[in-house]
């Protein structure tokens, strides 16, 4: 990530996120209209894989990232769908 803006507000909105005042799908919307207007963020090749994996950071909070490692056996796969349905309420019970 070169973009130090970028950086500094992703902090912030990560805060939020954990504090439960920002949603992890708005928080994406936020970083992808951030994107779309910064020369500096375009230019970041590695930007879109860093995005991805904060994604899967901020999604799934309550997952050990382990997890995700593990995602291609079946087992997994069946945890990530149902954890995928409890995200779709964009909603974070704490
Ligand atoms: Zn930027």
Do not use: A, G
């Amino acid at each position: 990530m070169n973009c130090s803006r970028l950086k500094t507000l992703i902090r912030d909105w990560y805060q939020e996120v954990r504090s439960f005042t920002l949603s992890p799908v708005k928080m994406m919307d936020l970083v992808e209209k951030h994107v779309q207007n910064c020369e500096v963020c375009q230019q970041d090749e590695t930007l879109p894989l860093e995005l991805e994996q904060l994604r899967e950071i901020i999604r799934v909070p309550y997952k050990p990232p382990k997890e995700t490692d593990f995602k291609f056996s079946e087992d997994i796969e069946y945890i990530y769908d149902e954890d995928l349905e409890d995200l779709e309420e964009e909603e974070i019970e704490s």
